[in-house]
């Protein structure tokens, strides 16, 4: 199980904050960007979003992210946990099409490999990308995360890939979970279209 775990207590560290467009200083470079068109349950476009890509900072992740995008694989897969105040989740390439049965989305991966951890330096604040894993920290495969608040207690905990340097407002609009189930989603939003720009 791939599901990304959330301490209960962690919320009370949870705290509002500026929005910015970008970190900018976090790495090397701007790009490769990765854009994802963003639509509701019903096909409607709400809008895109840009993330960078911290190549620099996590480049087996990253090149996953991109082989994934690059081969279609994110097309169709559902923001399967959005939690209000904390992050949106997608990216299981298994059990998230949005066309098919999602109720074991959160549960599945890729058929490529596990990465082992890129743990480093990057802070996670508002609009941090970063890669959903099980308890094992070597486990991450296709799922990621944006925050939607800043989110330090997972500062070393996860893979940080990225940050969203475009869209704050498409973010913040994806439909939100039941807090009462962990943040699963019923007609949830989706990734319709991602396209790299390197």
Do not use: C
């Amino acid at each position: 199980m791939r599901e990304f775990l959330l301490v209960p207590a962690a919320l009370a560290l949870m705290a509002g904050g500026a929005m910015a467009e970008g970190l900018p200083g976090v790495s090397d470079g701007p790009g490769p960007n990765m854009v994802i068109t963003v639509a509701a349950a019903d096909g409607t476009e709400k809008g895109t979003i840009t993330l960078d890509l911290y190549e620099d900072k996590a480049p087996n992740h990253v090149a996953r992210l991109i082989e994934l995008a690059e081969s279609g694989a994110y097309d169709g897969v559902v923001f399967h946990r959005v939690i209000d105040g904390f992050m949106a989740q997608t990216g299981d390439v298994e059990f998230g099409k949005q066309d098919g049965d999602t109720a074991r989305a959160g549960m599945g991966g890729s058929d490529l490999p596990d990465l082992k951890a890129e743990f480093g330096d990057v802070s996670f604040q508002q609009g941090t990308v970063g890669m959903a894993r099980s308890q094992n920290p070597d486990s991450a495969n296709s799922q990621f995360f944006i925050d939607l608040a800043p989110a330090t207690f997972l500062d070393g905990e996860y893979t940080a890939v990225g940050q969203l340097v475009d869209g704050w407002d498409v973010l913040n609009d994806i439909k939100k979970g039941d807090p009462d189930a962990n943040g699963a989603v019923d007609d949830p939003d989706y990734m319709l279209s991602i396209t790299i720009e390197k």
